[in-house]
């Protein structure tokens, strides 16, 4: 009852997901509409999961009073103001001028906007640490990125004139590396990738991969 | 309310920066107040989207009643919250995880195998197919030449089913140069789009707040 339903409603699933593709006419193409509209519905409920569970977690940390409990009990608030707006606009909650949309530009877009600059940081700091020219590959990779860093900056030209080379030369080297070797390897990296979801997604219908169950 | 929002904004951005001195109280309390916000968005959004335009209106508007099958499965998922009765849970997951699997071993075949071969295999001496003979340019024959061979390449490179030694042995050698030149070219692209974003919050700090900038 506990795997072999799930085991079921995977293989009966994907299966039918195979031959809608081959049959699109009824009841395939209306029994596609239907699951596609089940997942979407499934998908939020996943999301809410998620966020009650956070909400579990800090309400937990709060009353056992773990280190830095404080900052759970701020996770609690922002989630309740955020959610108690949203939910009191109603439908347009995210028409310009309303509180949600305020909140949406003065706190999540400066917050989440940060957070990946800062990346900029960790990044550079890593790859200073990370890239040495030990080896060709590893000079190779370095030479990449070298350029295509250099050839997204208006410097990167004015460096190439100073070296008596003509102008925009640095840049050409970027797009061309981004055109052509890169796109080769994206290539065959997402060849690789596709074979090996292909051969996954088939183990999954059949019942052989069945990780995603856990282990009960 | 617009002034407020911008120091606000500003304090924000201050304090996620501040981590680069060191981990601190400020930078928490923001990175707080982004995963509580991001969460509730979240929250928020899909409901309105999904909970309440998806379902509820299409129930009571369209008496649409399969989808209380969908809700069903959506309501087993949130049952994991209740450890004694969460492997309910797993019905709604195999769903997902079914109909995922069943899509991609179409999709991903079509898009990322058969869409990318067709894409690799240009015609050597013309820009396209239909094209005259050796009306291509040199930068057009040498760009496909490269894009052929380095693609291929590269997957020899990932078959391991047989030794990487002779012939093979050094096109998969100039396979992992080519992977190596794309990881190299990639992170150059990713470290430039975070640069940007850090340029964006520059802007606002010496722009929008301070007005140093014009």
Known sequence: MRREIPLLITAIVGIFFVLQYFIPHPPFNRLNGWFSDWFSIIGACAIWLGALNLIRISADK???????WGFSVVIILSFLLIVVIGFKEGRDFRNPGSGFDWLYNFIYTPLSATMFALLAFFVASASYRAFRARNLEASLLLV?????MLGRVPVGDAIGVSLGLPETNISKV?????????????????IGIALGVVSTSLRIILGIERSYLGSE | MEIFGTWLAAFFTLGIISFLYRDNAWYKLCESIFVGISAGYWFVTLFWDNIHGLFWERITERHDYWLLIGASLGLMML?????????ISRWPLSFVVGATAGLYIINYFASNVMVQVENTLMPLFSAKFGDPLFSASPYSIVGNIVVAAGTFTGLVYFFFSKEHKGAFGGMAKIGIWTIMITFGASFGYTVMSRMSLLIGRMDFIFGDWLGLIR
């Open chain 2, 79 to 87: 049952l994991r919250l209740i450890p004694p009765i969460g492997w």
């Open chain 1, 62 to 68: 709060i009353y056992r009073k773990r280190s830095d």
């Open chain 1, 144 to 148: 990449a990125a070298f350029l295509v």
């Open chain 1, 174 to 190: 970027a797009v061309w590396i981004m055109n052509t070797i890169n796109t080769a390897g994206q290539r065959a990296i997402l």
